[in-house]
């Protein structure tokens, strides 16, 4: 299997070269300045050029709280540069895996995880985009794609808020932390090894097309993250105080509740993503 990453530079798009490395796969990775998605024709000569039997899509405007003003910008990377890769893989017969967001729902469920099928309803522009670029994947290779939804991403690749309480631990004597969202945080390697495993199942035609949801089992508020963040450090995680919303008002607003459900995994024969906790510990020496 011949595999292409699109926005190899990002945080999950390096460790998803990593991921294919370690497994022997013959991979190639183009960050943002050697592939622009937005642009159709450049993206019909890199699958020409590669002819790779499945690509996965990292790229992505990610810049939550700019989208609110820059939405058409946003709409050409998060949803027609995904139509644009489709229809290219399409031409050439090879499977494409997209990179989505819990910012496709709601945010508002409490009661248990949003299921793959539950009815998205964004609430952001970012959210929106990226919903467009879903339903783009999806319409234009039904069959032979994948949606893997993820969320509260960290990894040793870039900045996120891990990496952000680490640093901030060694240099405030407190932190005051939002504790009225909740989610999954989840380790971008983790994230690039479900991909790799579903990738073969596509490959294989093995039921993996459809929508799946990569998050670490468990959900916590940012608060407790940053608890565990500062006992994996050593700090005493009374430092960390907790905080609502209203403390931190951004243009987009966040989700209340991005716990997401797994069961597709298990429909496609592979185990979900570990606990959160568990696997915050085994990322830590990575980070730090």
């Known amino acids: 299997m011949r595999w292409l990453v699109t926005g190899a530079g990002g945080m999950l798009g390096q460790d998803m070269l990593a991921e294919l490395?370690?497994?022997?796969?013959?991979?190639?990775?183009?960050?943002?300045?050697a592939l622009d998605i937005t642009r159709p024709e450049g993206v019909r000569a890199a699958v020409e050029e590669h002819r790779p039997d499945?690509?996965?899509?990292?790229?992505?405007y990610t810049a939550v709280d700019d989208a609110e003003t820059d939405e058409a910008?946003?709409?050409?990377?998060?949803?027609?540069?995904?139509?644009?890769?489709?229809?290219?893989?399409?031409?050439h017969g090879a499977r494409?895996?997209?990179?989505?967001?819990?910012?496709?729902?709601?945010?508002e469920a409490r009661s248990a995880p949003y299921p793959e099928d539950h009815p998205t309803a964004p609430r952001t522009?970012?959210?929106?985009?990226?919903?467009?670029?879903?339903?783009?994947?999806?319409a234009e290779l039904p069959g032979a794609s994948a949606v893997v939804r993820t969320a509260w991403l960290y990894g040793a690749h870039g900045g996120n808020f891990v990496r952000?309480?680490?640093?901030?631990?060694?240099?405030?004597?407190?932190?005051?932390?939002?504790?009225?969202?909740?989610g999954q945080p989840t380790w971008t390697a983790k994230v690039a090894e479900q991909i790799a495993f579903l990738g073969a199942k596509l490959c294989a035609e093995e039921g993996a097309h459809g929508i799946f949801?990569?998050?670490?089992?468990?959900?916590?508020?940012w608060f407790e993250l940053a608890r565990e963040v500062f006992r994996l450090v050593g700090a005493d995680p009374e430092r960390v105080r907790p905080t609502t919303s209203?403390?931190?008002?951004?243009?987009?607003?966040?989700?209340?509740?991005?716990?997401?459900?797994h069961d597709r995994w298990k429909e496609a024969g592979l185990q979900p993503l570990r606990d959160w906790r568990e696997v915050l510990t085994e990322a830590f020496p990575s980070l730090v």
């Open 21 to 33: 490395a370690r497994r022997g796969a013959p991979a190639t990775g183009l960050d943002r300045t």
């Open 54 to 60: 499945v690509v996965v899509n990292c790229a992505a």
């Open 73 to 91: 910008r946003a709409l050409a990377i998060n949803g027609e540069g995904p139509r644009h890769l489709a229809r290219a893989c399409a031409d």
């Open 96 to 107: 494409l895996i997209h990179v989505s967001t819990d910012y496709v729902f709601d945010g």
């Open 125 to 138: 522009a970012y959210g929106r985009t990226k919903l467009a670029g879903e339903r783009a994947v999806l």
């Open 164 to 182: 952000t309480m680490i640093d901030l631990e060694a240099r405030r004597d407190t932190l005051d932390v939002v504790d009225d969202q909740r």
């Open 213 to 221: 949801h990569a998050t670490s089992s468990g959900e916590a508020t």
């Open 246 to 261: 209203e403390a931190f008002v951004r243009p987009a607003p966040r989700p209340a509740y991005s716990v997401l459900g």
